[in-house]
């Protein structure tokens, strides 16, 4: 695994997705050069992966929330992504 992947992973949903907005700005502007832009464009889609993962874990684990018979929360069950 690559030191960048590695920091991707640590990084918050909210920083990755910010770094992501940023880059698709500057790859819009269209004043990155090629190299740039492509590393750019590589780490993008690892932020995008990494963004899609921490949503699908999010969701999941509400769907774990259980509910009463009068629709309140009485509990949680963890999430485990393995």
């Given amino acids: 695994m690559t030191k960048a992947v590695e920091t991707i992973e640590k990084m918050s949903f909210e920083a990755a997705l910010s770094e992501l907005e940023t880059i698709v700005r500057a790859l819009e502007s269209g004043q990155t050069p090629l190299e740039e832009s492509i590393a750019a464009y590589e780490r993008g889609m690892a932020l995008k992966k990494h963004c899609e993962t ?11 929330i259980s509910l009463s ?12 992504p393995e």
Avoid: Y
Avoid at 54 to 64: G, P
Avoid at 70 to 80: K, L, Q, S, V
């Fill in 54 to 64: 921490r949503l699908t874990d999010a969701r999941l684990r509400v769907e774990k």
């Fill in 69 to 80: 018979a009068d629709g309140i929360a009485n509990g949680t069950t963890p999430f485990n």
